[in-house]
């Protein structure tokens, strides 16, 4: 197994660098005279974005008008049923906010423009989320320390593993808690307490002898007690564990691989939330087994939440063991099985309750592990590959989406990298039908240039919108792409539109939001030059992108229809002008972070026309829809969507 690909200097940033898209240049280049190329280069591009027939063919950017005591680094978005945006930054990739405790989120309101700070009671600073059946939102995991650098570390430390030979009784060693190298004789101090589960009796299967004794295992990571290099330990060392007498003496020790000055990777927590969009707060449910930073959260059919991968509370990648969170108690379980992944694993829900799993991810693992792309059955933990990814060592830090509608079962992977910061990206778009026999990736459209970062959003046109992200690793060498495009599944052709004005990489996403308009955050820079000298700054604007469907001159509009539809079951909904409604399709709220949303997606709808409305028929499929609030759209012959109305759906 290799070893988890080194991230230097990641909280580090680099700021955004100004371009002017080349067909203004062209434009302005047929001018005679440098005071008009001047002209041009600025003012006369700002004239051609804001023209009628510009916007209606491209669409527009424009800034949200965020005030100062509401910006934050947002890492992290989710739509929620009330129609209100939450943007999550936790210590939002600042170590002095960490250490100040300074953990933040904002609601943003998008009919009202207006702005709510939320007492964040934890570093939810890379997290997992998703929406729940209630329409709560659950947050998982985030950050109990930050990364160390090599040369920043002055304590020699690792990774204790904590044995307990007793199979009659599990043992809590507490915070503090001193282990010695009977070797070594070097001493290293715990810094969280540790619950390590009794023995296991083994017996012989054929004459039910005993065996042995497998100890029951804990992991906790430890510390020097002292600065300097001759704390560190160069081999496997057995620790006695201080302060223990009698049969906790002889069966408790620790064990410790190589304990020293190296790099330490951020660690993860077991803190688990639910956000209640009505009341506007989180309230504590109960913690994960595993700690986890950089975890997925997916839905399962009956509601459950699958929790999967992440880095843990030492720092080292979960080991597989995945859990499931039952909305109902508010309670973790292990799934009993394992199955590994990179941190951020695009894991998807699929029509018949098994799970896909695209290959994207946002780093961190093993590069030959959990890697390679395909549906996973968690009944039986068997994982069937899915083949024929033509660059299949660039999928980290790609996107992925499930194309609508969710009924066909089809996939699009967009851009992506090398592992770790490998200056390699890619330019492709791969697709994948599930529904064939035999499902295999092929390369759609390209991309202009290799895109690490990419955001993509569901459009309720059923196209998509992809912008944003960079060339090289966070953005280095000023190469953010301002570059944004439209994808049309039916002609498979990417439209390019207008750009964005600012570049957008790591700690980025993008949201659909209820009115049609998608919005735009964050972004992590490495640097704030293209020489890579000057440290970046997070990138706290953001924007909203309006696409050309919302400059025609009317949209469909539904006017008055229930609340709640149940599943396999019909609802009416009054619409101005029926007759001239051609689709109608439900589309469930984003909550993304690090380019990474499984729970978008969009479900075609069949319905009637009435004499003043439509009668729509919701799947019974809990796989293709499950419980949970949803947006219902409709469009015209023009593909001009309407704006979204909440229904509930279960």
Known sequence: ??????????????????????????????????????????????????????????????FLDVPAKFKINSIHASLLHTGKVLLIAGSGNNQKNFDAGKFESVLWDPATNKYKMIPTPKDMFCSGHTQLPDGNLLVAGGTKRYEKLQGDVTKAGGLMVVHNENPDKPITLPAGTVFTGKENGKTFVSKDPVLVEKATKVFDKATGAFLRNDPGLGRIYVEARESGTRYETGAEDNYRVAGLKGEDARNVYGIAQKLALDKKDFQGIKEAYEFDPVAEKYIPVDPMNEARWYPTLTTLPDGKVLAMSGLDEIGQIVPGKDEIYDPETRTWKYTGIVRRFPTYPAVFLMDNGKLFYSGSNAGYGPADVGRDPGVWDLETNTFQKVPGLSDPDLMETSATVMLPPAQDQKFMVIGGGGVGESKKSSEKSRLVDLKDADPRFKDGPSLDQGTRYPSASLLPDDSVLVTGGSQDYRGRGGSNILQARIYDPSSDRYTRVADPQVGRNYHSGSVLLPDGRVMIFGSDSLYADDANTKPGVFEQRIEIYTPPYLYRDARPEVTEGPEKVTRGGSAVFKVKDPDGVMTAKLMRPSAVTHVTDVEQRTVALDFEKTADGIKVTVPKNSALVPSGWYMLFVTDGADTPSKAVWVDVQ
């Open 1 to 62: 197994m290799s070893a988890i690909p080194v991230r230097q200097n990641h909280r580090k940033n680099r700021a955004r660098r100004i371009a002017i898209g080349a067909a203004v240049v062209v434009a302005v280049a047929g001018f005679n005279g440098p005071a008009l190329y001047r002209f041009g280069s600025a003012q006369y591009h700002d004239y051609t974005i804001n023209r009628a027939d510009y916007k209606a063919a491209n669409g527009h950017w424009d």
